[in-house]
């Protein structure tokens, strides 16, 4: 059992109820801790922040006596290590557990420190090379990392939420999949519910900076004893320095550093959160129903049969052809393709009165990923770095102090 739980604060239920023009919520006394919103006409009643929550606990009272009626009563997201105790249930309340999303953690308490764990779950090469990735990051670029938790101005919150956002759209346009994050309402109620529990310390932005520009993002909730990895993201432009291991470096060394037990990846499952992680868990889906009414008994029967089949479908990767598709479906644009090729210098010379120097800026954009490529390749930091354009060419020459790269944009 957990205390503090962040998704069952007032401040993220009463906003979640706002966001999603709810009017009313509900208690009842045999499940403690948890309110619940009706989305129907139907007898069924939902936890409150539904399946935007990274982990929900509660607990059912010993000797409730309760007027079940024909209600059902579904819970998202309860992680099976938060061990809720459901023996002590009042009588006819009946109970179906829905395994659903795969989730990992770290425990931090069995590890002495950063290093130790380190050690013991990565072997010597891989340690090196996280470490040569770290340090080329920071060779070739002036890096800083904030953890914004306790208090945050509301402009500098707003900059990063928005870099936050744009990062979000551009990883997953690359990836061509939809991601439900960035759904309008879902991430309006999140810009709103992230600032509030940061002043109550149940929410942080990390933040990691080239100069003073974000380019890796994660967004993370606390309860007493937890950290919630809940969203993250980098630039892809910085994929060549693994931005994404270094982010993950950064954060899990501030985390050995606090008084946290757990660093919970959350549910879902990717590559890097069984490498890291050291316990894979399931989040599981809560059906309480009363088991002498048969409405009650045939609707916790049928959910029970949807969550069943969408699992299902998860472990048949169909979900991930779903998203593909509907990101395929909702584009409203084709994005114009630009392709980069890389010249051989020799067999393109060139004149220095044809070339004009150039600065990355947004117009440019497209010309980040194989500078930084450049940079990362030759161990060069990027103010020793410069840009040329070839005139009445679509070409450009990035000039180092030892190497040149010149590439046509096509």
């Known amino acids: 059992m957990i205390h503090n739980n962040p998704f069952t604060s007032y401040s993220f239920t009463n906003l979640w109820l706002k966001q999603f023009n709810l009017n009313k919520s509900y208690a009842f006394g045999f499940i403690k801790q948890l309110s619940f919103y009706k989305p129907s006409a139907l007898p069924i009643y939902i936890n409150l922040g539904r399946n935007l929550t990274k982990g929900i606990s509660y607990q059912i009272a010993k000797s409730t006596v309760a007027d079940l009626k024909s209600n059902a009563y579904l819970i998202y997201d309860v992680p099976k290590y938060f061990n809720i105790n459901t023996t002590e249930a009042p009588k006819n309340l009946g109970l179906k557990k829905i ?36 340090n080329r990051l920071e060779r070739c670029f002036n890096i800083k990392e904030k953890m914004l938790i306790g208090t945050i101005d509301k402009t500098e919150y707003d900059f990063i939420f928005n870099h936050f956002k744009t990062l979000l759209i551009k990883r997953f346009e690359d990836k061509q999949i939809t991601n439900n994050n960035l759904n309008p309402e879902e991430w309006r109620f999140y810009q709103d519910v992230v600032y509030p529990l940061i002043l109550e310390n149940k929410a942080a932005l990390h933040v990691i900076y080239n100069e003073d520009t974000p380019i890796s993002v994660r967004l993370l909730y606390f309860s007493d004893t937890i950290i919630f990895d809940a969203i993250t993201v980098f630039d892809i432009d910085y994929a060549k320095f693994h931005l994404g291991k270094i982010s993950i470096m950064k954060m899990l060394e501030w985390s050995f550093n606090s008084p946290y037990e757990v660093f919970d990846f959350s549910k879902g499952y990717f590559d890097y959160k069984e490498s890291w992680s050291d316990l894979k868990y399931d989040f599981e889906y809560h059906i309480y129903y009363n088991t002498k009414s048969l409405t009650a008994t045939l609707l916790a029967n049928a959910l029970a049969v949807v969550f069943k089949t969408k699992q299902y479908l998860r472990d048949k990767n169909i979900n991930e052809k779903v998203h593909k ?86």
């Not at 980040?368 to 020459?397: A, E, G, R, T, W």
């Open 99 to 134: 395994p659903q999303y795969p989730g990992f953690l770290i425990t931090l308490k069995n590890y002495s420190n950063f290093n130790a764990y380190l050690n013991k779950t990565f072997s010597k090469s891989s340690n090196q090379k996280l470490n040569r990735y770290r």
């Open 325 to 410: 598709l509907t990101f395929a479906l909702n584009k409203k644009s084709k994005k114009t393709q630009i392709n980069i090729e890389e010249l051989n210098i020799e067999e393109h010379p060139y004149e220095q009165e044809m070339l004009r120097e150039v600065k990355l800026d947004q117009q440019l954009a497209f010309l980040n990923k194989p500078v930084f490529d450049f940079l990362f390749l030759n161990s060069m930091h990027f103010n020793d770095l410069k840009i040329y354009k070839l005139h009445s060419k679509n070409q450009y020459l990035i000039k180092g102090t030892n190497k040149s790269q010149l590439l046509a944009v096509k």
